[in-house]
């Protein structure tokens, strides 16, 4: 019985929520699906959503995705230094395009790493886990740069979000935001996000770490718990190929 209501609320939500609410690729970016729950990470704000796993962001001194001369915080516009979304294990793109007078990078940090702390000669690893893990080369005038990243976080121990720091290395105090990253909510592995994968949460809902019936992969905000939270995640994003 509890299996049933929770999918009918899923597909009911998923439904609701594709007809109504998700914005197609070429279109304006629309607030993430996720975007509630996101803001409530702290100093995320205004996550953005092109497609699940594609971001076009635009590189300018004052900011990511604000404009020459306007400076983000605090009169820049509300989706500059955006909150982006990624999933583990699951590459996505991002396309950084220059925008003015300067070259920039974008650069992922270790959570909480300070902007006092980012040099344009940081090297970069992808298995540091204090600094920069992965970064573009330098762009310039007229430049896009496509950057390319599956995130390995979060590691399944109930800490939360995966979260990263996008810098621009030259220019960190003002082009700066936040990665946070999801376990991927396709489970089965079929490249879209269905009801088998509904299911799979169905079968572990309500359940803690240590039960037997938990499936930590349907912890999709790796809380600990498979709940309502995570029920309404895989429910913004049913039918999305991901
Ligand atoms: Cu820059």
């Known amino acids: 019985m509890k299996i049933t209501i929770v999918l009918i609320t899923i597909l009911l939500a998923g439904t609701f929520t594709v007809n ?102 940081d090297p970069c690893s992808t298995t540091t886990t204090n600094g920069c893990v992965a970064k573009t080369i330098q762009f310039g005038t007229g430049r896009t740069v496509t950057f390319l990243f599956a995130p390995n976080i979060p590691q399944d121990d109930f800490t939360g979000l995966g979260v990263y720091e996008y810098y621009c290395q030259i220019h960190p105090d003002t082009m700066h935001g936040k990665v946070i990253i999801y376990k991927n ?11 088998l994968d509904a299911s799979a949460l169905a079968l572990s809902f309500d359940s803690t770490h240590g039960m037997t019936s938990f499936n930590a992969a349907a912890d999709f905000d790796n809380s600990g718990t498979v709940d309502i939270i995570d029920a309404s995640f895989l429910a913004n994003l049913f039918d999305r190929p991901i």
């Open 20 to 121: 109504f609410t998700f914005e197609r690729v070429n279109k304006a970016p629309a607030v993430a699906p996720n975007a509630k729950l996101a803001a409530k990470q702290p100093g995320i704000s205004s996550p953005l959503f092109v497609n699940l796993t594609a971001y076009t962001i635009n590189a300018f001194v004052e900011g990511w995705n604000s404009s020459a001369g306007v400076i983000c915080s605090p009169s820049g516009s509300a989706n500059c230094n955006p909150g982006l979304v990624m999933f583990r294990g699951v590459t996505t793109t991002i396309k950084a395009v220059w925008g003015d007078c300067c070259p920039h990078t974008f650069s992922l940090y270790t959570k909480g790493f300070p902007s006092t702390n980012v040099f344009s000669t």
């Open 185 to 195: 909510p396709n489970i089965s592995g079929t490249g879209v996000v269905n009801i």
